[in-house]
């Protein structure tokens, strides 16, 4: 993505919104659609504002929409899937990185660190890779049972794996000789 959509924190008003609205070109929808291993983007559009949060970080919200096309999981027939949702970010001055090397950002987590420039544009493409569905799939494709094993052999069942069922069908038969 360029710079041309960054925005200069220094000369973002404290006392007003800033809006933005995004709705990128078929050269940048073509570029953001390879990155993100999709099979088509269309009518992608991220609008909103960024206004300051206390004395030195600020906060960006605004809605993404976009339809994506991504292959069917199953099929890999495509799947054309509307997205249309919610984007909050919060840019900390104060940002600290956490010491423990295997942190993990607690879910929802929506803070990051204030750089010189926010750029809407990477937290629209950041925003669509989180809102893509990850097991894509074609109203009513299923998966079906796969056997596998080696030649000659006689693969294993789901029923082979739960030797108690055997032991009840005996035991019911054994009641009914009492």
């Not at 104060?94 to 204030?114: H, K, N, R």
């Not at 010189?116 to 809102?131: F, K, N, Q, R, T």
Request: with cysteine.
């Amino acid at each position: 993505m360029s710079n041309k959509t960054s925005l200069r924190v220094a000369d973002l008003p404290q006392n007003a919104p800033t809006a933005f609205e995004l709705r990128p070109a078929p050269d940048v929808l073509e570029a953001i659609k390879q990155d993100l291993g999709l099979l088509g983007l269309r009518k992608l559009s991220f609008a909103g504002d960024l206004r300051a949060q206390g004395k030195h970080d600020w906060a960006l919200t605004g809605r993404l929409g976009a339809t994506v096309i991504q292959p069917c999981v199953v099929t890999l027939e495509p799947v054309t899937t509307r997205i249309d949702t919610p984007v909050a970010r919060v840019f900390v001055a104060d940002w600290a990185d956490p010491d423990e090397p295997e942190f993990e950002i607690p879910e929802g987590d929506e803070t990051e660190p204030l750089g010189a420039e926010i750029d809407p544009a990477l937290v629209m493409v950041e925003a669509l890779s989180l809102a893509l569905p990850q097991y894509p799939r074609k109203d009513g494709a299923e998966l079906g049972q796969a056997d596998y094993t080696e030649p000659g052999k006689q693969a294993m069942t789901d029923e082979d794996a739960k030797p108690f069922a055997g032991l009840a069908g005996l035991r019911d038969a054994l009641k009914k000789d009492e």
